[in-house]
C-alpha cells in the first residue's frame, strides 16, 4: 500500500499591474521645439491623474525622458514619493523590464505612439492603435496573474 500525499495549499499567485497614459496636452505654440513642456491644460490633466490614482499602490512609476512624460508622472510620484524611472521608447518591455517590474504595479507614461505600442507588445498582438493626437484621456491597464493576461481601455475625461 502507497501512501500518497498532496499538497492542498495553493500556490501563491503573483500579480503585475501595469497602468499607461499618454502624456499630457503639450505646449504647441514654436513647431520647432521638439521636447515642449505641458500647457496650462496639461498641468492640470497631470494633476488630476494623480487624483485617479490616489488609491493605486504603485511601486515604480517610468516616463520616457522628455518635458512633458516627466511633467505628466510628476504630480503621481510625488503623491506616492516615488522617483520616476525612465525608459527608452525604442526598447519596449524587453526581458529586462519585465523582469524588473514583475510582480509590481507600476505607472508608465508615454506618448501617442509608443504607449499603445508598449501594451501591444506586453499583450503579443496588435490589439491597439496609435492615440489620436487630441487624446490624452486613455487609459490602459493590463494584469498579468500566473501568466494570464487581462487588459482594458478606459477613457478618462478629465
Same mark, same amino acid.
Given at each position: ?57 504603485? @511601486? ?6 522628455? #518635458?512633458?512624460? +516627466?511633467? /505628466?508622472? !510628476? ?6 514619493? &516615488? ?46 492603435? @496609435? ?6 484621456? #486613455?487609459?490602459? +491597464?493590463? /494584469?498579468? !496573474? ?6 482594458? &481601455? ?5
Amino acid at each position: 500500500m502507497a501512501l500518497i500525499i498532496f499538497n492542498s495549499q495553493a500556490q501563491e499567485s503573483e500579480k503585475t499591474t501595469y497602468y499607461f497614459i499618454r502624456h499630457a496636452e503639450k505646449d504647441r505654440s514654436d513647431d520647432t521645439n521638439k521636447n515642449p513642456n505641458l500647457n496650462e491644460k496639461g498641468l492640470l490633466r497631470a494633476e488630476n491623474w494623480s487624483t485617479v490614482f490616489e488609491n493605486v499602490a504603485f @511601486d515604480e512609476i517610468y516616463s520616457t525622458d522628455y #518635458n512633458r512624460t +516627466i511633467q /505628466t508622472a !510628476t504630480p503621481t510620484a510625488e503623491s506616492k514619493h &516615488l522617483e520616476i524611472k525612465f525608459y527608452n521608447p525604442a526598447n519596449l518591455y524587453d526581458e529586462g523590464f519585465e523582469f524588473k517590474t514583475k510582480g509590481k504595479t507600476v505607472l508608465i507614461v508615454g506618448h501617442s505612439n509608443t504607449t499603445p505600442q508598449f501594451v501591444n507588445k506586453i499583450l503579443g498582438k496588435e490589439k491597439y492603435p @496609435d492615440i489620436d493626437d487630441a487624446n490624452n484621456s #486613455n487609459l490602459y +491597464i493590463i /494584469t498579468i !496573474t500566473n501568466n494570464v493576461l487581462n487588459d482594458i &481601455l478606459l477613457v478618462i475625461n478629465l
